[in-house]
């Protein structure tokens, strides 16, 4: 036997088809994978629907104590779509953006400064350019704010994509530094530091049963759903779509291509790979799905200031990505549910005077210390799927040679 083919001989049983030690989703993700398109989806959809029920039934150890559980799902569900934005740009791509929340910014302050009636672009106009009273002016400036926030890194890529490594690393930084300055210091269009109030929100949950306020009741306050569980299921459904668009650009030659670019660019370009236009690809698609995430919190909080926009909460998106898998799109969902949960849930437990949850920022940076020696792609790393099956193909070859 040659050294070739030993260097492709079958995994044993603790490995994958990659050479890697299986991990304790392997098992999972073979069987799911093992499935036809429609028996996915008979299984997907029953699952959705049980996550879209945890936070109205009452389940023990898992709702938050000190804080309002559907709030903290709402949460999750719109780092979730971060994250998703996020790893099209760092895991798929291989680009490291430390600037993320310059693209969330843009999205959240074009929702605000369209909705708001404290906006100070309007002059005279009491409710900004959209009524604010209107029923779905959230709905309206959606689409805007996805527009904008790709244009900005259309903008923002064009001339700096050619950078690599901590270079790119830097510009990036310095761009979602730059976005949280001006928000600061533009007074005649973001009212600065002050921020904007009473953005518009979509009236998701009203209806004359409740008056208005959000919130359900039959009399019970176990039947009672508040306004974080409507936007933790309007969360899902736009984590879905975004979910789906992102899936089928996988499947395509735009996601073979940042494949190739994340691995090895040179090779790629090499090959005939037009590194540059799939790298900026990538980065416009991001910048989109960042923006939908920030008009989703702008309407969800209807409060825009830029001290929620600093680099700090830019790290938690990169730990989100980097601490579910970097280019496996569930994993990073895991990822934004550990991030947001986890605080809340440790909040109501004090050591001394400070809650745990104080402490967040220690633990996520020894948790990825940890994860960085032990398990460096993730808790649920990406699956090179053609490399593995290359193999596959190869070791079937050598043994039909061998026979």
């Not at 959230?138 to 270079?167: K, Q």
Request: glycine content about 14%.
């Amino acid at each position: 036997m040659t050294d070739t083919t030993k260097r492709w001989s079958a995994p044993s049983s603790g490995e994958d088809s990659g050479g890697r030690r299986k991990g304790l989703v392997d098992p999972l993700r073979d069987w799911w994978d093992g499935l036809s398109r429609p028996a996915q989806w008979c299984v997907g959809v029953p699952v959705v629907l049980l996550l879209a029920l945890v936070p109205v039934v009452p389940l023990p150890l898992i709702p938050t104590t000190a804080t309002n559980f559907g709030g903290v799902m709402a949460q999750v569900a719109m780092l979730a779509l971060i994250a998703i934005g996020l790893n099209v740009v760092v895991g798929q791509t291989g680009l490291l953006d430390l600037g993320y929340v310059g693209f969330y910014a843009v999205g959240a302050y074009t929702v605000a400064i369209l909705t708001s009636p404290t906006s100070p672009l309007w002059g005279s106009k009491s409710h900004g350019l959209f009524d604010h009273g209107g029923t779905w002016a959230w709905l309206a400036c959606v689409p805007l704010a996805i527009v904008i926030t790709g244009v900005s890194g259309l903008i923002l890529g064009t001339p700096t994509l050619r950078l690599r490594g901590d270079y790119l690393a830097i510009v990036t930084l310095g761009f979602g530094e730059i976005v949280r300055l001006s928000a600061e210091n533009l007074t005649d269009i973001t009212n600065g530091s002050s921020g904007l109030s009473q953005v518009a929100f979509p009236p998701v949950g009203k209806s004359a049963a409740n008056n208005g306020s959000g919130v359900f009741s039959s009399g019970n306050n176990a039947d009672t759903i508040n306004s974080g569980v409507w936007w933790y299921w309007l969360g899902i459904v736009l984590v879905i779509v975004v979910l789906l668009f992102v899936g089928n650009l996988e499947r395509s030659r735009v996601g073979r291509a940042w494949v190739a670019i994340r691995d090895d660019e040179d090779a790629a370009e090499i090959m005939g790979v037009p590194t540059f236009r799939f790298k900026l690809w990538a980065f416009v698609i991001g910048a989109g799905i960042g923006g939908l995430s920030g008009a989703l919190y702008a309407g969800q909080v209807q409060y825009v200031d830029p001290l929620n926009f600093n680099v700090i909460n830019s790290m938690l998106f990169l730990c989100a990505v980097v601490l579910g898998g970097q280019g496996n799109k569930l994993g990073v969902i895991v990822g934004a549910f550990l991030i947001v949960y986890l605080p809340a849930r440790v909040q109501g437990i004090h050591v001394g005077s400070h809650s745990l949850g104080d402490y967040k920022y220690l633990f996520f940076g020894i948790a990825l210390v940890v994860l960085m020696i032990f398990r460096p792609q993730g808790l649920f790393p990406a699956r090179q799927k053609l490399i593995a099956f290359g193999r596959r193909i190869y070791r079937g070859a050598a043994m039909g040679g061998a026979r």
